[in-house]
């Protein structure tokens, strides 16, 4: 099975870079020099006021270890679940006693000699020996464990915890702090990435608060988390922040969500890396969704893990429904998918939802722009969009491969362009010596197609959607009229 934690960016800022160059500075060159251990002294009181206000926001964005570990040393780290009891208050609150008597017994040993010059060099290698041995233990458990373990049980966090909770104690806090904030509960696909590139390997989605916010107190506000949700819908934010996004949020195409138990049908081989599953519903039978919204698809019970996906069939009767997967390289939910799924085991589903991909029947002229696996919402809509009981005039799909046999329901889009003259379809392949079409990328089609007016749905790769939307709006197309969703 593929490692469920992911090793992802986590330096988001030049401190968060380059940080470390401080902690080889003091560490090491303080072996010369002890006086640098002396500049530890305004690195804690920065830490424990900044932690009376905001938590420990601190370690997640101006730690110099913290950078140590997640720039310079996450490359060669395991990757590792972090052991329960590293984890545990207990574990915590003894390191925090033991290295709070062994600092205290050196600084009283040292102040011997205080008032003498030597008394600084004395103080300053104190800290110095410290910055060293977290330097060393912390980036032995990054190399064989992960690179936050020990930040689970570091002193200095749990002197920001103590001060995080007084500023909570006297209100503080309640005010200036900022958490991790779930958009809507409804919005979140539960697919646990959240839990997966969480440097603390913490599980925000299993936690949110009635008021939509993640209150871990370990939690180090690295917005790690935020940068990596698939479904966008995190932020950091005030109390104040989060119950206005709750208040302002669309949930237009999740007022359905529910949970649906289902069993396994069919799974037919579309491609080597590709299968349509097709599920049959148990409980409700009948569930009504639109063409363009996806599922949710459970993959694991514990931690309770779901996979989003375009639903490809029609809702003919709502009886059913089909979702088209192609395995990702690494991928943890799709190895599951591929090497556990058979016909006939019940799997539960939740949805439908998803309201990007719902399109305006009103609107004269759709385009429709799909990048790989993003093809798949775009197989029911079509159909839908090109029957005759709506105002749409000119149905466009223009679609984008790397190579030619990535093409997916290419034959169902051509008959749909020979049979319905409202239908254009445009492939377009990127690099494939071998294929006689069009190559390029969906841009390039889109740029010699008459768009203003047009309303754009698309559903495709990241890297894709960007320089999309910059040449959509160039050629007039209003920023209100494009739509997307990223597979
Ligand atoms: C609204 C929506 C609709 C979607 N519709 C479809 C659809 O119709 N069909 C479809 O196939 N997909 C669809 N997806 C994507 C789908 O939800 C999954 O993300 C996809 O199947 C991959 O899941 P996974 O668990 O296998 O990959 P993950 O394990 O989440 O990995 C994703 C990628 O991350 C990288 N990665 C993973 N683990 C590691 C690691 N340890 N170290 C480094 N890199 C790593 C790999 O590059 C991997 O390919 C949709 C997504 C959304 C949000
Ligand atoms: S990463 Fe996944 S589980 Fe976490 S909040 Fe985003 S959608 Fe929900
Ligand atoms: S929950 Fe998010 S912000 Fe908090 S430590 Fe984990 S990744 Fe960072």
Redesign the pocket.
Known sequence: M??F???TNRTFSPIRKYGWIFTLTVAFGGLWLPKLGLLVLPVILALTTLSFFKGRYWCGNFCPHGSLFDSLLMGVSK?RRIPKFIKSKTFAALFLIFFGFNITRKIIKASAVFGTYPFWDKLGFIFVASYLMVTVAGGLLTLVISQRTWCHFCPMGSMQMLSYKLGRLLGVAKITDEKITVAHKDLC?S?G?CYRVCPMQLAPYQEFSEENQFDHSKCIRCKTCVVNC??GVLELSSRKQALLTAENVSLEGYEDRQKISAVIERIRELKEDVREIRFRFLSPERVDYQAGQ?ILVQIQKEPVLF????I?SFNENGTGLS????K????????IVFNQFSVGEKIQLEGPM?GELLVDKEAEKVVFVAGG?GI?PFVPLVQEMTQKDNKVKEVHLVYGVNKEQELMYDEYFEEMKKTNPKFRYHKVVASDDSWKGRRGFVTDILKEMELEGSKVYMCGPKPMINPTVKQLQSQGVKEEDIFF???
């Open positions: 593929n490692n934690y992911i090793k990757n696909h697919c990435k698939p479904a996806f996979r989003a996906y375009s490809s979702v088209t997967v192609k990702a390289p690494q991928g943890y939910g799709t190895d998803g696996i798949t969703e990223s597979a």
